[in-house]
Structures are given as structure tokens and as C-alpha cells.
């Protein structure tokens, strides 16, 4: 059975950090492209950062040298390190395991909330 658990969310002043981790069980998880999404109260979910395998990453334009995403593969983790944490990166937190577009697994997501 396939498991992403995503935790690290939490309430952070504009300006503050946070990192997020998921840790993946049920799958092979080195050969997985690894990523973050979130969806924000009445928007669809958007793509936030994903690390391949090879461990090339790939941003959202509103994220980009802000965050970084790395992976642990002895671990079966993925982190999110989330830097100058603005009012408008609050959402929920999803992890997402992708290989091969056929096996696409979600997690059920972390709470991040920044006040201004």
C-alpha cells in the first residue's frame, strides 16, 4: 500500500520559514519524480517543485529562489524548504509520487498558513 506523509506545516509571520517533509512508503522511491502542489482556498491546486530522480528540480516561477526541494533516498523522503514565507504561499501542502505518468500517488497534504 502506497503512503505519502506530509508533515511541517504550521502558522509562520510573513518573512519566516518552514520545511515541510513527505515520507513515502509502498514504492520504489528513488525512481520517482517527487513534487510539491498546493491549493489555496477557492483556487485549483497548482504545481509549486519537483525533483526527478537524477535530482534535477523544476520550480513555479513564484517560488524560485525561495524554496528549494531535495530528497533523501536512503530516508524515502522528499523536503520542501520554504524561505521569505509570504501571505499568498498560504495553502495546503500536497506530495506527489510520479512515475512513468501511470502511477501518480497523492498525499492527503499539510497546512501552511503565513500572516502578515
Known amino acids: 500500500q502506497v503512503q505519502l506523509v506530509e508533515s511541517g506545516g504550521g502558522l509562520v509571520q510573513a518573512g519566516g520559514s518552514l520545511r515541510l517533509s513527505c515520507a513515502a512508503s509502498g514504492i520504489s522511491f528513488s525512481i520517482y519524480v517527487m513534487g510539491w502542489y498546493r491549493q489555496a482556498p477557492g483556487k485549483q491546486r497548482e504545481f509549486v517543485a519537483n525533483?526527478?530522480?537524477?535530482?534535477?528540480?523544476n520550480y513555479a516561477s513564484s517560488v524560485k529562489g525561495r524554496f528549494t526541494i531535495l530528497r533523501d533516498n536512503a530516508k524515502n523522503t522528499v523536503y520542501l524548504q520554504m524561505n521569505s514565507l509570504k501571505p499568498e504561499d498560504t495553502a495546503v501542502y500536497y506530495c506527489n509520487a510520479l512515475h512513468e505518468s501511470s502511477y501518480n500517488y497523492w498525499g492527503h497534504g499539510t497546512q501552511v498558513t503565513v500572516s502578515s
Open positions: 525533483i526527478a530522480s537524477s535530482s534535477s528540480t
